[in-house]
């Protein structure tokens, strides 16, 4: 049996349409992911128990302690969005002997800081936040 379009009514290409219409209202919207240029890190030194909060401009390197932060991106959402703030991030121990050894390379998750591998003895790090400026001057090109 062969089938025309003509054997359907004209309200069937209405209905195609209002189906094609909902299915993509109803689906999710992607987040726009906002790129920030300094991502917030907080470390705690294991044996005085101090936190300290420190900004890092994406590309470079800060040192704290005997580790070495690099951000390489530092993502966030806007407010009106849920919180999902990601770095991917480089860190490097410098060793007694001064040598530099990686010790983690990926990403961490600000709202889940338990999830980082940055497995030292003395030094724990992990992503607060990424924001769009910072109190810190930003580095000069070539340094």
């Known amino acids: ?5 003509s054997h359907f009514p004209k309200r069937a290409g209405a209905l195609v349409a209002l189906s094609l219409a ?3 209202a109803t689906a999710p919207a992607l987040a726009a992911r906002i790129e920030n240029p300094v991502a917030v890190f ?7 128990g101090r936190i300290t909060t420190f900004d890092v401009y994406v590309g470079e390197t800060v040192q704290f302690g005997a580790l070495q932060v690099t951000p390489r ?17 480089e860190v490097d121990e410098i060793t007694l002997d001064r040598k530099i050894r990686r010790l ?25 936040e990424c924001k769009q ?4 001057p930003a580095p000069t090109p070539g340094n």
């Not at 400026?133 to 810190?136: A, E, G, K, M, T």
């Open 1 to 5: 049996m062969n089938i025309h379009a």
């Open 22 to 24: 909902l299915a993509s």
């Open 42 to 48: 907080s470390g705690i030194d294991k044996i005085t």
């Open 73 to 89: 991106v530092c993502y966030s959402r806007d407010e009106t969005e849920p919180p999902k703030t990601t770095t991917f991030v």
């Open 104 to 128: 983690f390379t990926g990403w961490m998750f600000a709202d889940s800081p338990g999830l980082n591998a940055v497995d030292h003895a003395v030094y724990d790090v992990w992503l607060k």
């Open 133 to 136: 400026q910072s109190d810190v």
